[in-house]
């Protein structure tokens, strides 16, 4: 079993509370489609503060995985624990309301293509009934964050994949989740691309301290995550003098629907996993 | 072999019919709960009902002319075309008017929510709204599931009146027959059990179509052409169904408020 290290700080949440245990653990969880099973007796927790990093192979669930920890897909077997909550069984209609304190960027982005990038980012307030005045400040933030304060009016269809990712990650932002999900943000983008999403990334890690799940095959990514810290007075991220990296930041690997790693870059570097080597070369 | 076939095919059918009922029993029952999303019942409403008023006015004249002729000349035979008003005016009224609309409209927007809610399935928009705390059952569903139920009946209404009108001109100006006393036989046949006949069927054929449209947009997999296939399996079951509906409904209705 994975018991979590108590953490020394309280959880960074924004309503206040302070949640005692893990924000998200998973507990021997499987899962199988019609076909072979695609996650195994898969355990693992994010802790207060804490920055996952879940590396494997295309096609291994890392996508699966995501869904599960917020409820969008049911496990067959095992438990997990979103917000000290058990949710593999809870009802739908109950579900709702711990997502909405979630924040989740897919895959794809998976923008509303009939709403404006403005009713986009907006989508959970607009919900909420949050008066028109405040929604357009806080969208406008959630955009300036993402650099992408131009699209406000425009409608997803017209933005570049790069920008659809950026406005998802707004979306996700806009109501400063207590835990966020990223599915691959920088797949199929261009280098230059992915480091100002990564760079986004590190900015939300540093200046909220969000707890995130991190999705990518990309090892570049993750070390780039790992190196570098976001320095406020400049207003980018700089790099860890050398040897040093984010404590916060650990990793997950799957290969063939097992988790077969846990732990600090420092472990995955040193890691004898025949696997692991195969995937940092 | 073949029997494990139909083993399949049988169980699969169950399942279809046991989910499909879960979820309309749900969609049905959130109008009592809040949040109720009253902006898209508007705008659906709007859609189906402004939307679906040319095909409507059309096939309703269209169909009312049919009769028409096609009556004037069998009852010619035995010197009762005086009662063409009559029969244009009950049958629109009774049957044609619903059944027409409903399979139209299913047509046109049983479809469209099937191909609609299908592309939101296969981009993630529906796992987007669900993983953002909306119920999209509540937010899509409902509303399209009142908005045709509410505009299915106004349109067999316009229906009706076209089809009585569509009558009106043929008998007068191609059978060349009077056309006040048409009018006056399409009305004074008419009686309340009629009225509630062909008021009460068109309730439960937008019922019918929406939650269809839906249910087969919803569980659509296999990416584009996953939506193709759900869009043909919502027109094709809703159609099927709002006739077969229309047959129990008769029965139902012919008990409780005798004809003649
Ligand atoms: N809804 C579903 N129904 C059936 N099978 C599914 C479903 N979702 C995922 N799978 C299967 O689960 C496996 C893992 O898929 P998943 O999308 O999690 O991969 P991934 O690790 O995210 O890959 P990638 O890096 O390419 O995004 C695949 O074999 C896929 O076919
Ligand atoms: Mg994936």
Redesign the pocket.
Known sequence: MNEPPASAQPGPGPSGQDIAGPVAAFCNVSIA???PP?LTDVSFSIAPGETRVLL??????????LKLANGL?RPDEGRILLFGEEIARMPEEQLFALRARTGMVF?EGALFDSLSVRDNVAYQLIQERVPNSEIDRRVRDALRFVELEETFDLYPASLSGGMRRRVAIARAFIRQPELLLY??PT?GLDPVTSTTIIELIVKERDVSHTPSLL?T?RLQDALVLCNHRFDPEQGRMVPFPKGETDPSTTFLM?EEGRLIFDGSLHDLVKSQNPFVREFLE | MAIQTIEKTAKNLILTVQDYSLFAWRAFTNLYRPPIYWSEFLVQSDIIGFGSLPIVVLSGLSTGGVLALQSSATLAQFGATAITGQFVSLTMIRELGPVLTGVMVSGRNASSMASELGSMVVTEQIDAMRALGVDPLRKLVTPRIFASIAMLFFLTIVADACGIAGGGLVTVFMNHQNGTQYLNMAWEHLRYPDIIQGLVKPLFFGYILSSIGCFYGLRT?GGTQGVGRSTIEAVVWSSVLIIFVDFLLTQVLLTLFPAL
Do not use: C, M, N, R
């Open positions: 489609f019609d076909g695609v494997g192979p295309a096609g291994v669930g890392k996508s699966v995985l897909l895959q599915d691959s797949g999705v095959h799957l | 997999t």
